[in-house]
């Protein structure tokens, strides 16, 4: 008999060494900050890289830009306008910082500053800094962004 109680003792102290702390699911709200952050980063990468699938997929069609001096341009000019305003010498990784995020069902709104690699014409390493406003809705299951603020970062 105390063997059996000592092998139950044993049994359940194992079972209950295994039980893990569930982890809650992510909820909506969560599950869209991720998807807005991922398709920034993805949306930077392919400027930088010229991916114009992957511009045409994350910029609406009514996409437009506003830039700090004062243009606005459609989507069909502001990829090539973006590769005209970005340093010539940018190795291509784009990290996204200080991202504030709001979601109102299927509309959202970004900000935050973005920073990318790139060479200054000596050869020494010279990261550039923009900030970017965005507005963005979810259509088909997918997020596209509207509206897209850029301009240089000066702090």
Same mark, same amino acid.
């Given at each position: 008999?105390?063997?059996?109680?000592?092998?139950?003792?044993?049994?359940?102290?194992?079972?209950?060494?295994?039980?893990?702390?569930?982890?809650?699911?992510?909820?909506?709200?969560?599950?869209?900050?991720?998807?807005?952050?991922?398709?920034?980063?993805?949306?930077?990468?392919?400027?930088?890289?010229?991916?114009?699938?992957?511009?045409?997929?994350?910029?609406?069609?009514?996409?437009?830009?506003?830039? =700090?001096?004062?243009?606005?341009?459609? $989507?069909?000019? !502001?990829? *090539?306008?973006?590769? +005209?305003?970005? /340093?010539?010498?940018?190795?291509?990784?784009?990290?996204?910082?200080?991202?504030?995020?709001?979601?109102?069902?299927?509309? =959202?709104?970004?900000?935050?500053?973005? $920073?990318?690699? !790139?060479? *200054?014409?000596?050869? +020494?390493?010279? /990261?550039?800094?923009?900030?970017?406003?965005?507005?963005?809705?979810?259509?088909?299951?997918?997020?596209?962004?509207?509206?897209?603020?850029?301009?240089?970062?000066?702090?």
């Amino acid at each position: 008999m105390l063997k059996a109680a000592c092998l139950l003792l044993i049994l359940s102290g194992a079972s209950l060494s295994q039980v893990q702390t569930p982890v809650p699911p992510a909820t909506k709200r969560d599950k869209a900050e991720q998807e807005l952050k991922e398709l920034t980063f993805n949306e930077c990468e392919a400027v930088l890289e010229n991916h114009t699938a992957t511009l045409d997929r994350i910029w609406a069609e009514e996409f437009t830009m506003h830039t =700090a001096d004062g243009k606005t341009t459609p $989507k069909a000019g !502001a990829r *090539a306008y973006l590769r +005209t305003a970005l /340093p010539q010498s940018i190795s291509g990784v784009c990290t996204i910082e200080a991202i504030e995020i709001k979601v109102s069902g299927g509309k =959202a709104q970004m900000s935050g500053r973005m $920073k990318v690699s !790139a060479t *200054a014409l000596d050869g +020494t390493f010279k /990261p550039v800094q923009y900030r970017f406003g965005q507005r963005l809705v979810k259509r088909a299951g997918r997020w596209q962004v509207v509206f897209l603020e850029f301009s240089p970062d000066t702090q």
